[in-house]
């Protein structure tokens, strides 16, 4: 099974529309992250969150929001889309603790605004 | 900004070749990560190296990493064309665990 998971992989929509990134994890990290790839390929974190806190980037405008509803999942949700959101976006997990600081990524979800 | 910087930007070498990356950094850091990213697909990690190591071995892969320079390369030994990829050093600092990454390297290892 796939460690990290996101749906949809593929997102068209109308700018100023609101719209959710979902991802899901079954390795039981305790952080997990939500990263932007733009189209010269550019991968920049855009939150990090484990049940103690959540670290936001401060580039990231307040209309990105990251919603944990359990442990598994930390879905990323869109208010009023704009053309410049149009990139790859990658959920990855992790922990935030010991020696084992490496990351597994989702496989990207696609985004394109009009 | 990006954190790091990596050279070439892009390297196409014959199949049986080695591939070399650059990777340069800015502040001071806990590790260095590096990172291959198939065309359409996630990234897959490759090889860590923490900050009093110099050098590190897996596989086809050697890591180096000289944090007077702020920097490490990757050597893909025998390059194969499944090593066509990109690929990105990724530092970490602080207890966030936060990967700051470099611009990527375009690998293409031709048949």
């Known amino acids: 099974d796939t460690a990290v998971s996101q749906t949809p992989k593929y997102l068209v929509t109308q700018m100023g529309n609101d719209k959710s990134i979902k991802c899901e994890q079954n390795l039981g990290h305790d952080t997990m992250y939500w990263y932007k790839q733009d189209s010269k390929k550019f991968l920049k974190i855009m939150f990090s969150y484990n049940n103690k806190e959540l670290i936001i980037n401060e580039t990231v405008p307040n209309r990105f929001s990251p919603k944990s509803p359990d442990k598994a999942h930390l879905n990323l949700h869109i208010n009023s889309l704009e053309l410049g959101d149009s990139a790859v976006y990658f959920c990855a997990i992790g922990t935030s603790g010991g020696l084992r600081e490496t990351q597994y990524f989702g496989p990207g979800t696609r985004l394109l605004v009009l | 900004s990006q954190q790091g910087e990596e050279d070439p930007q892009a390297l196409s070498i014959q199949e049986g070749e080695n591939a070399t990356m650059n990777c340069s950094y800015k502040?001071?850091?806990?590790?260095l990560q590096w990172y291959r990213q198939n065309s359409g697909r996630g990234l897959v990690h490759l090889i860590l190296i923490r900050s009093n190591e110099r050098e590190k071995h897996s596989g086809r892969l050697r890591v180096t990493l000289d944090t007077s320079k702020k920097s490490s390369s990757l050597l893909i030994t025998a390059s194969r064309a499944a090593d066509t990829a990109s690929y990105f050093c990724a530092t970490v600092k602080g207890s966030a665990r936060q990967l700051t990454f470099g611009s990527g390297t375009q690998l293409t290892v031709l048949p």
């Open positions: 502040t001071s850091i806990n590790n």
